[in-house]
């Protein structure tokens, strides 16, 4: 068990590029969901996969993201068109069933 | 949909004393509530939860309480020490169906253990 692995852990990227962020969960954890963490203020609620379902969406996941979980292991974040806005701290995490949901270490976005 | 408030938002302590957090939820619905601890640079990292049909739970130096009339569970650390300095958010959810992994959290407290 090697923990909740994001990558890149750092992106800087001007306004307008699209970024990408890779999440690969826990062994075995069919759960997965991502966050968005603002400096001073708790995590909030991206999304969430069910094996390769995509089951709920946060009103927060405006149409230039999307993420998607291919085969029911890893997932992807993409940010399209980027906005100073979306300068955060991208969270994962993952959970087998019902169970504790592990977090990764985060990546961060810098949009100049 | 739920919110949760914490408090309180920085906690300074001398080490050994006792550290507590309050938090309130307010959805009548939710019952399970975890709490997290997050250093700087780093994820969440999960300390201690307790579910709805517990009113308290220990771990050592940590444990929680729930009061679900009320609505509000605290965080309570004991003998602290400089390591315990971080970040710790509550968080509040409903465990049922594709609800339980939508943790709504609290807004955090900066915890500070002076040696």
């Known amino acids: 068990d090697t923990g909740v692995s994001q990558n890149p852990r750092h992106k800087i990227t001007k306004r307008g590029q699209n970024v990408t962020f890779r999440c690969d969960p826990i062994?075995?954890?069919?759960?997965l969901y991502w966050y968005r963490q603002t400096l001073g203020q708790g995590p909030e609620f991206l999304t969430y996969?069910?094996?390769?379902?995509?089951?709920?969406k946060s009103r927060l996941l405006s149409d230039r993201f999307s993420a998607e979980r291919p085969k029911g292991s890893f997932s992807t974040l993409e940010i399209q068109r980027t906005e100073q806005g979306d300068s955060a701290m991208y969270l994962c995490?993952?959970?087998?069933?019902?169970?504790?949901?592990?977090f990764g270490e985060g990546s961060w976005l810098t949009v100049v | 949909g739920e919110n949760v408030e914490q408090h309180p938002s920085t906690l300074s302590v001398q080490e050994g004393d006792s550290a507590v957090i309050k938090c309130t939820y307010s959805?009548?619905?939710?019952?399970?509530f975890p709490w997290y601890k997050q250093e700087l640079g780093k994820g969440p990292q999960l300390i201690i939860d307790?579910?709805?049909?517990?009113g308290e739970k220990k771990d050592q130096r940590i444990a929680v309480t729930l009061n679900k009339t009320a609505k509000h569970f605290s965080l309570h650390i004991t003998e602290t020490q400089p390591e315990d300095s971080a970040v710790y958010f509550c968080?509040?959810?409903?465990?049922?169906?594709?609800?339980?992994?939508?943790?709504?959290f609290g807004q955090g407290t900066i915890l500070t253990v002076h040696p």
């Open positions: 995490a993952s959970s087998l069933s019902g169970n504790t949901i592990y």
């Open positions: 062994s075995e954890h069919n759960r």
């Open positions: 996969f069910q094996n390769e379902a995509q089951l709920e």
């Open positions: 959805d009548s619905a939710s019952n399970y």
């Open positions: 307790i579910r709805s049909n517990v």
């Open positions: 968080a509040a959810s409903m465990r049922s169906g594709t609800s339980y992994g939508k943790l709504t």
